[in-house]
C-alpha cells in the first residue's frame, strides 16, 4: 500500500477586507503504509482545512503532500486517488445504495457495467451491506448510512482514506459496533488512513498513533498510551483524558514537593527549580482515597457513584479548583465527609506554568 506524507503543511484563508486566518501553521506528519492516524483537536483548529488539503478540495497556502513519495499537490481532486468518507455521509438520496456507490465509481473513470456492479457486490460484502443495496438512503440508520459512506470512499480502491468525524452522529450502542466494524475493515484492506475528530475517545480507540492539534498547529504525536501517559504540554494533557485530568496550579518547594495551599503540598515526580511556578496535572484514576491521615485533608463536595467507579469531586483546604477523585465501586461517600487522598508521583505530571510544556 501507500504512505503518506506532509511537509510543513500550510494554509492562510485571506479574504478581501477580512482579517487573514492562518489555519493550519506548518503540519509536519509521515504515516507508514497501512497506518490510521488519528487527527484530534477541539473546533476550529484546523483538522478540517488539513483534510480537505489532501484530499484536493482546499489549494494549499505552502508545504507538499507526498503519496507513495510523490507530490500530488499539483494534481485535482479526481486525479489523487484519495477516497473521503465525509461526516454528513454525503449521499445521492434518489439513489439506491447500491446505485450510490456505483456513483463513486462511475464519476471517476468510464468503467464497463459488468465491472461496476461486481466491485458493487464485493464493497457491499467487505462492510455488510449486501441486504441494503437496494434501500434508498433516507430509510437507513445513522450507522447504515456511514458504511455506505465509507464503501463509496473504498469502492475507489484509494492510495489513501480520510475519515470525517465517521462516528460523531451515531448513538452510543452504533458507536461502538460501527467502530469495531471500521477497525476490522481499515485493518483488514490494509488503507493508509488519517481521521479527523475531535472525539477523544474515538483517536484513542481507533488510532494507531494520535496527532493532537491546536490552533492549526500539532501539539503532540505519539501512540494513544504516549498521548495518555506523557502529554507534552497542559493542552494534550486537559484535552486527552474522561473524566479530564487534575490540572493545578501550584509552587516547587525545596523538598521536591508543589505547594498548592498552606496546608496542600504534592510529590513531585522530577526535581524543579525552588519557586519556581508549576501545574501539576494528576488523572482521576490516578487518586487514591485514604480515610487516614496520610496525603492531603480534602472536603467531600459530591459524589455520583456509578456502575464501574464513583466519581468524587473534593475539596482541598486553600485550594480554588476541585479535585476530582475516581473511586472504587463499594465507595459511599456524603457531602461534607472528610477524607484524606494521596497521588502516586510516578503518575503525576508537572508543567511549566507560563509555558505550559511538560517538565517531566
Ligand atoms: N473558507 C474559509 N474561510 C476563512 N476561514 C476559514 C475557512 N474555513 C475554515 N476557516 C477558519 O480556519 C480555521 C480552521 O478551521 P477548520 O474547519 O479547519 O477547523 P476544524 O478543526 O476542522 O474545526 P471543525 O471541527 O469545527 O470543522 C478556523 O479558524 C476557521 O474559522
Do not use: W
Not at 468518507?85 to 445504495?97: I, K, M, Q, S
Request: aromatic share 2%; proline share 6%.
Amino acid at each position: 500500500m501507500t504512505e503518506l506524507e506532509l511537509r510543513d503543511l500550510r494554509k492562510t484563508y485571506a479574504a478581501r477586507g477580512r482579517p487573514a486566518v492562518d489555519a493550519v501553521r506548518g503540519i509536519d506528519l509521515a504515516l507508514r503504509s497501512g497506518e490510521l492516524l488519528g487527527l484530534l483537536g477541539p473546533s476550529g483548529c484546523g483538522k478540517s482545512t488539513t483534510l480537505r488539503m489532501i484530499a484536493g478540495l482546499e489549494s494549499v497556502t505552502g508545504g507538499d503532500i507526498l503519496v507513495g513519495g510523490s507530490s500530488v499537490i499539483a494534481r485535482p481532486a479526481q486525479q489523487r486517488n484519495i477516497g473521503v468518507a465525509f461526516e454528513n455521509y454525503a449521499l445521492y438520496p434518489p439513489l439506491t445504495v447500491a446505485e450510490n456507490l456505483a456513483f463513486g465509481l462511475k464519476a471517476r473513470k468510464r468503467a464497463a457495467r459488468g465491472d461496476v456492479d461486481r466491485k458493487v457486490r464485493e464493497i457491499a460484502d467487505r462492510v455488510d451491506l449486501t441486504p441494503l443495496l437496494d434501500a434508498r438512503p433516507t430509510g437507513l440508520s445513522s450507522g447504515q448510512k456511514q458504511r455506505v459512506s465509507l464503501a463509496r470512499a473504498l469502492i475507489r480502491e484509494p492510495d489513501v482514506l480520510l475519515l470525517d468525524e465517521p462516528l460523531s452522529h451515531l448513538d452510543a450502542a452504533q458507536r461502538d459496533t460501527t467502530r469495531r466494524e471500521l477497525k476490522r475493515i481499515q485493518r483488514d484492506l490494509g488503507h493508509t488512513t488519517i481521521l479527523v475528530t475531535h472525539d477523544q475517545e474515538e483517536a484513542l480507540s481507533l488510532a494507531d498513533r494520535i496527532a493532537v492539534m491546536k490552533d492549526g498547529v500539532i501539539q503532540q504525536l505519539g501512540t494513544p498510551y504516549e498521548i495518555y501517559d506523557s502529554p507534552a504540554n497542559v493542552f494534550v494533557a486537559d484535552f486527552v483524558g474522561e473524566p479530564a485530568i487534575n490540572l493545578l496550579p501550584g509552587t516547587a518547594t525545596d523538598d521536591g514537593h508543589a505547594r498548592l495551599s498552606d496546608s496542600a503540598r504534592l510529590a513531585l515526580p522530577v526535581p524543579v527549580a525552588v519557586g519556581r511556578k508549576v501545574v501539576v496535572g494528576i488523572r482521576p484514576e490516578d487518586l487514591t482515597l485514604t480515610g487516614e491521615d496520610d496525603g492531603i485533608a480534602a472536603r467531600v463536595v459530591a459524589h455520583e457513584p456509578l456502575l464501574e467507579s464513583g466519581i468524587a469531586t473534593l475539596a482541598l483546604d486553600g485550594v480554588e479548583r476541585p479535585l476530582v477523585v475516581l473511586t472504587d465501586p463499594e465507595v459511599r461517600l456524603a457531602h461534607d465527609d472528610r477524607v484524606h487522598v494521596t497521588a502516586d508521583p510516578d503518575l503525576t505530571h508537572v508543567f511549566d506554568a507560563e509555558t505550559g510544556d511538560s517538565l517531566r
